[in-house]
């Protein structure tokens, strides 16, 4: 199963990314999915969650400036990111969300004051 991150880059504060995964999922539809976080000498977190019917739930660091979204028929998930602060730097993945599969490599991004 392949679980490919994108999108991510060097942006300033106040700054706007879009990461998208592709994934090759056979049953996407059925599972949760979410995006992850691991910035350097820390733990990978999770950033957000988005359902199989499309709930959506958030950390509160990034409450109210992220919006995670799914696309069915692409088996992709993507994460908008706005008013990016230094500390969202870190490696974005997306995976399963309640049960992760291997981890991909990820994205970086660097927010810049």
């Known amino acids: 199963v392949q679980l490919q991150a994108s999108g991510g880059g060097l942006v300033q504060a106040g700054g706007s990314l879009r990461l998208s995964c592709a994934t090759s999922?056979?049953?996407?539809?059925?599972?949760?999915m979410a995006w992850y976080r691991q910035a350097p000498g820390q733990q990978r977190e999770l950033v957000a969650r988005i359902s199989r019917f499309g709930g959506t739930d958030y950390a509160d660091l990034v409450k109210g400036r992220f919006t995670i979204s799914r696309d069915r028929a692409k088996k992709s998930v993507y994460l908008q990111m706005n008013s990016l602060e230094p500390e969202d730097t870190a490696v974005y993945y997306c995976n399963r969300a309640d049960a992760p599969l291997n981890w991909g490599q990820g994205t970086l991004v660097t927010v810049s004051s």
């Open positions: 999922l056979n049953a996407f539809s059925a599972y949760a």
